[in-house]
């Protein structure tokens, strides 16, 4: 292994693989991805439906908590991210959102030139390699395969036919002019198997002469000659090694760890930093600040139909006969991305956009699967897109292998819970509606709930994360900022964050695909370029 590069990647995710395929497209730029995690590769990954055998495990997953929540009445958060090449693309629910024009528009107006919706567009039509839909809003060569589902759910129709008994309008595109309606949520999936980041962009060019990547590579800390970044230090099994940066460290570590390495070696709070013995390179207090996710609630429900996921014998034997299916033509079953459907709507109608999102499962979700359920069941997520709440990534130790300390202050502002109440009596009135009614055998969480107070509890008796943690190295140009708007960690030279943690505020949707978009216009930033279609 060569000890200087151009370009060193921390983190092989979902920004990390795109900023390393495309940056190496330069046969003359020398490119280095460390990844702490293993190859993103093998069943587990690449069929879909395998998904459920990592959410929960210590497989390509850090597996992280959160500290005691007081708005889930003390409860431990869980946080699962990807841990191998793909990041948490190699273990999410594929779901290919951008989330809506005014998320972005936001973004500019807090000063971060470049970065409207207009301005965002062509990189995620650049990435995208969408099979179905051909226009101004979506791309069909890029390198992230989306398709549609290819499971034949029923489940699909009986929630669209819910949504139309409620009056909700139906959508086939969530991504085009109007975000807001109900339909079946389009996959990052490629003839039926995960596309991840990592095989989207890093996979197909492994035999790059100027491109390195390692796995099994945990950074310790950023390596600086004054407040310039010049290196990583990392171990990799026994061995502890530096290597060297000639132009920038990229840091894509994402919302829990980048900010965690950055304060390692030496950026954040001084003060903070003091407390661990970390010698302070800059000043910095607004590092691991503003985090923000989606809080996220869960209907479930047993039923009779056979088409749901399930651990009765029945749901077992259809599993093993759809594997003959997959087989031949990678269709069915195992092409679930579990979270099929879904729908973005509005708690109030004069709302300007969407401010929750529906998740339909074909399958009975308790506790992020941790808790089975030996029956057949479906569930149904609805979650708070612009959550109020803020929260903060810390230290637990100046150890890089103690995991930080993750904080998201889920429903800490009161309108959140508030806003989170109506998002539930909405879906419960489409779960209610005949279409899903008639096939629900047993309400599993929710059947004795009546009052206002009544769901305000079991809101924070159930409550968690829906896997979209952002903002903790935020974008701006204010004194809380971390990034300046191309991405520049403020202070110091030779470094950016490239990764969800910049997001100044969280967009209204699934965070993969913003991720991605993100590394796409990072390296036009890199190389001094724009895009303009």
């Known amino acids: ?56 495990k ?44 005014e998320d972005y528009d936001h973004w500019a107006a807090l000063g971060n030139d470049g970065w409207s919706y207009e301005e965002v567009l062509p990189y995620f039509r650049r990435s995208e390699g969408n099979e179905r839909i051909d226009n101004e809003y979506h791309g069909t060569d890029g390198p992230l395969s989306v398709s549609d589902s290819r499971t034949g759910s029923p489940f699909h129709d009986y929630f669209l036919d819910a949504a139309r008994e409620c009056d909700i309008p139906i959508t086939d595109d969530f991504n ?8 079946v949520f389009q996959v990052t999936q490629k003839n039926g198997e995960r596309w991840s980041s990592a095989r989207a962009y890093l996979f197909p060019h492994l035999d790059r002469s100027n491109l390195t990547v390692e796995t099994g590579a945990q950074v310790q800390r950023i390596l600086f000659e004054g407040k310039r970044a010049v290196g990583v230090e990392f ?15 990229l840091l894509s570590a994402g919302a829990f760890q980048s900010p965690q390495l950055l304060m390692l070696s030496g950026i954040g709070d001084a003060e903070e930093l003091k407390k661990h013995g970390i010698p302070v390179v800059h000043h910095l207090p607004g590092v691991g600040k503003n985090l923000q996710d989606h809080p996220d609630f869960i209907f479930g429900y047993t039923t009779n139909s056979p088409d749901t996921f399930g651990f009765s014998l029945g749901g ?3 599993a093993l006969k759809a594997m ?18 879904g729908a973005f709507l ?30 057949q069941g479906y569930s149904c997520h609805v979650c708070l897109l ?46 209610e509606a005949p279409s899903l009614r008639k096939w629900i055998k047993k309400d599993m969480f929710t059947a004795d709930i009546r009052s206002d107070d009544d769901i305000r509890e079991i809101i924070r008796q159930r409550a968690d994360t829906v896997y979209h943690p952002v903002g903790s190295c935020k974008m701006g140009t204010d004194d809380a900022a971390v990034v300046d708007p191309q991405l520049r960690v403020r202070g110091v030279e030779g470094l950016r964050v490239i990764d969800a943690s910049i997001m100044p505020t969280l967009i209204g949707g699934n965070t993969n695909a913003p991720a991605i978009m993100i590394a796409e216009k990072a390296v036009d930033m890199i190389k001094g370029q724009s895009r303009v279609s």
């Open 386 to 431: 612009r959550p109020r709440s803020r929260g903060s990534v810390q230290l637990a130790s100046a150890n890089p292998d103690d995991l930080p300390l993750i904080d998201p202050a889920f429903l800490e502002d009161p309108q959140d819970l508030e806003d989170m109440v109506a998002g539930y009596k909405i879906t419960q009135k489409i779960m």
């Open 346 to 375: 509005k708690t109030q109608p004069d709302l300007s956009a969407p401010d929750i999102q529906l998740h339909m499962v074909t399958a009975l979700v308790d506790d992020h699967g941790r808790k089975l359920h030996f029956s």
């Open 1 to 56: 292994m060569d000890n200087e590069f151009d370009y060193l990647i921390i983190g092989g995710g979902s920004a990390g693989c795109a900023l390393a395929g495309r940056l190496s497209e330069d046969p003359d730029t020398r490119v280095c991805l460390l990844e702490a995690g293993g190859q993103g590769d093998g069943l587990l990954v690449n069929v879909p439906a395998g998904a459920v055998a990592m959410l929960a």
């Open 58 to 101: 210590p497989v390509n997953n850090w597996l992280m908590e959160t500290v005691p929540q007081k708005g889930l009445n003390g409860r431990l958060g869980f946080q699962p991210r990807g841990k191998c090449l793909g990041g948490s693309s190699a273990i999410n629910a594929m779901v290919y959102i951008r989330g809506h024009r």
């Open 235 to 249: 171990k990799q099994g026994k061995s502890l090694r530096t290597i060297r940066a000639s132009k920038e460290v």
């Open 316 to 318: 077992i034997w259809r």
């Open 324 to 341: 003959r299916t997959y087989k031949k033509e990678r269709r069915g079953l195992w092409t679930s991305n579990f979270a099929e459907a």
């Open 176 to 183: 085009g002019a109007e975000q807001e309606g109900a339909g």
